[in-house]
Every structure is written in structure tokens, then in C-alpha cells.
């Protein structure tokens, strides 16, 4: 049995699911090829008797670019995959939305994994709610999710289809959540990012580490977020605070915001799913990680 798995990663949790289910997948003796996203050829994936697909959460779905390459895929028709994430607070819509997307190619998706992650963006406060995560017990069982998958492979392939998982529940309060964060509200209320060529080292980080290409500095003016997924990464990858924006206006809605997600994840510790490792009480919303990195990097 050949597996391939696919992930999109920028501060390396996805990647350490995606290593670790890999590390159970090989453990049942089974191949496992690992890719990044940017460097996935789609030719080759017909060649994988199973292939999984692993991403951040950003605003309680997929990353807008990687709903753009699932629908971009060509007729899969018959093929089996799973889809994993990892994120802080809330997976919404995420694993069940890849899903969705990947039947439209004729996928069945045959296993779902999420995983609670430290979380960082300019416009957070940190420590955050996540922070310690993942923990050992998440670690252990992105490794076990590996190992099911190659016997629930097996016998789905016998034609025992009665062990094709259904969607994973979704509390209908982050459905409306990400139904509203949809690419047109994130681009509007998302700040305008520009950079300040006095501060800019030529170092190209922002460029490489933008999952869109969306950047070149070395353009008079720099262009930027162009195109734009609005995940920030070259702000938080920049070491002299050159990229700036002003992310005041959403960071202002961290108190209400985090009030609902201390809701989500006492109700997820209640399951056994999730463990407090930070004093929620001790979270400073006025120090959001923009003017943390501000000071460190003065
Ligand atoms: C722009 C942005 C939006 C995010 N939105 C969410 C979210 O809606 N729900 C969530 O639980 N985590 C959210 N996160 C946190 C990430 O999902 C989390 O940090 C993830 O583990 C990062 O994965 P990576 O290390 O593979 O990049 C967001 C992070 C960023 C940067």
C-alpha cells in the first residue's frame, strides 16, 4: 500500500501531524511519501492507493488557497483520501468543507484528524488559549490516527464501505462563523499591508514564505498581497517588522472573540479532547503578538 500525504504548513504543527500520521502508516508496514503542498505533482497522485491532505485553520475553514487546488484537482473518481488540520481554539468547517470539496472529484474521504496547536497571527494576543499544544497525548494521537487508517484502508478496499466515516459534527455557531469570514469580509477587514523600504533588509523571507506568491520586493512600489490569503505570514516572518499594518480595529474583537472560544474548548476539555495549559483569565488582549514582535525586534 502506497500513501501520500500533502500538507500546507507555515509555523510546522501541520507538519508534525503530518509526520507523525505518517510514522503510524509506516509502523503497519505501509509506504508513505510526505509533500508540500507547493511542491505536489498532480500527475503522480493517481499513482498512491491513498493520499492524505493536511492544512492550518484560518477563519474556521481551509486556507482559501487550498480549496483553490482541491477544486483545481482533475476527476479523481474512486480514490481514496483523508484530510487533517491543526489549529488553535476552533476547527470549524475545515475538515468537513476538504471533504465536500474532494466528493465534487469523485473522493471518498475515508478518515478525518484535527489537532489542537499553539497559534500565532499579528492581530492575537499570546500565550493564547492553545498555548502548550500539541501536547504529548496530541501527539500520540496524530501517530495512532496513522495507524487506523491502514486497516480501515484495507477493508474499505475489500468493499466493507460501511466504514466510511461520516462528516465530522460541526456546532452550528461556526458554520455562521465561517460562512461569514468568506475571502470577500477576510479581504475587507483584514489590514492593508505595505513595506517600508527604510526598514526592509532585502532579505526575500516574506517572499519565500508567501503560500501565494504574492510578493516581490525587489518591484518600485513592492507589491504585496497581491494576490492575498490573508494569513499574515510575511508579517510574522519579516525580522525587522518591515511589513506593516495597522491591526488594531481586529484585534479589538479578541475579548468577545475569546469569550466564545473559552466556551468551545471547556466544552472540548469536558470530551477529553483538549487540556488548559495557559490561565485563560491571565490572556492580555491589548498585547497582541504585532506589538510583541514590535518590541522584540526594535
Ligand atoms: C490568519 C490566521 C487565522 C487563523 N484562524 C484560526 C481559526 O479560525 N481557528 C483556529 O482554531 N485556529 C486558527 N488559526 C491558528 C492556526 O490554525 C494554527 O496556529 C495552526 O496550528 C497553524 O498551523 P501550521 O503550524 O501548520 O502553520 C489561525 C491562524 C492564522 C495565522
Not at 64 to 86: A, E, N, T
Not at 259 to 283: H, N, P, S
Amino acid at each position: 500500500m502506497k500513501t501520500l500525504i500533502i500538507y500546507f504548513s507555515q509555523t510546522g504543527y501541520t507538519k508534525k501531524a503530518a509526520e507523525l500520521i505518517r510514522e503510524g502508516i509506516m509502523a503497519t508496514g505501509g509506504k508513505c511519501d510526505l509533500v508540500p503542498l507547493n511542491q505536489v505533482k498532480v500527475k503522480t497522485l493517481a499513482g498512491y492507493d491513498l493520499v492524505g491532505l493536511g492544512c492550518p485553520v484560518f477563519y474556521y475553514q481551509e486556507p482559501f488557497h487550498l480549496r483553490d487546488f482541491i477544486d483545481k484537482l482533475p476527476d479523481l473518481k474512486g480514490k481514496l483520501w483523508f484530510v487533517f488540520c491543526s489549529h488553535g481554539s476552533v476547527v470549524g468547517i475545515a475538515l468537513n468543507s476538504m471533504a465536500e470539496h474532494l466528493r465534487k472529484k469523485g473522493v471518498s474521504v475515508i478518515g478525518y484528524f484535527d489537532m489542537y496547536a499553539d497559534a500565532s497571527a499579528p492581530f492575537i494576543p499570546h500565550p493564547t488559549t492553545t498555548t502548550g499544544h500539541p501536547d504529548k497525548i496530541d501527539l500520540e494521537r496524530a501517530q495512532a490516527f496513522g495507524r487506523e487508517i491502514v486497516p480501515r484502508w484495507e477493508q474499505i478496499t475489500r468493499g466493507d464501505e460501511s466504514l466510511i466515516p461520516a462528516l465530522p459534527p460541526v456546532d452550528e455557531e461556526w458554520v455562521k462563523s465561517a460562512e461569514m469570514f468568506n475571502f470577500e469580509l477576510v479581504k475587507n477587514i483584514m489590514p492593508q499591508l505595505t513595506v517600508n523600504r527604510e526598514k526592509c533588509i532585502g532579505c526575500g523571507q516574506c517572499e519565500e514564505s508567501c503560500p501565494v506568491q504574492g510578493i516581490e520586493i525587489g518591484t518600485d512600489p513592492p507589491r504585496i498581497q497581491s494576490p492575498c490569503i490573508y494569513c499574515c505570514f510575511c508579517v510574522e516572518v519579516c525580522p525587522v517588522m518591515a511589513i506593516e499594518g495597522d491591526f488594531e480595529m481586529i484585534a479589538s474583537m479578541n475579548p468577545g472573540h475569546y469569550a466564545r472560544l473559552k466556551v468551545a474548548l471547556d466544552e472540548a476539555a469536558a470530551r477529553g479532547e483538549f487540556r488548559w495549559l495557559v490561565d485563560f483569565d491571565k490572556i492580555d488582549y491589548d498585547d497582541y503578538m504585532y506589538k510583541q514582535w514590535e518590541r522584540e525586534r526594535k
